[in-house]
């Protein structure tokens, strides 16, 4: 995944829009860097990393609480989604 992708700051809607626009680049321009390429495999993956989030920021000590998510969670999970097996 893009390193632009990854340090993306996701403030506001506009921003997540923006954030959207570059993850769909990403896999049009690097399909192999995506674990999950199909939808039904990528909607699996997001459930997957949707559930063990909090477990992620706990780990990366990151003061997240993943049941009170703002725009960055959401863009957090799509990132996830992407290599999340």
């Given at each position: 995944m893009n390193d632009s992708i990854n340090n993306f700051k996701v403030i506001d809607r506009q921003t997540f829009m923006e954030f959207l626009e570059m993850l769909r680049?990403?896999?049009l321009d690097t399909p192999?860097?995506?674990e999950n390429k199909t939808l039904p495999?990528?909607?699996e993956a997001l459930t997957s990393y949707t559930e063990d989030s909090q477990s992620y920021y706990n780990n990366m000590k990151q003061d997240i609480n993943a049941d009170k998510p703002n725009w960055q969670t959401f863009a957090?999970?799509?990132k996830g989604a992407t290599?999340?097996?």
């Open positions: 680049k990403d896999f192999e860097s995506w495999d990528f909607l957090d999970l799509f290599i999340y097996e």
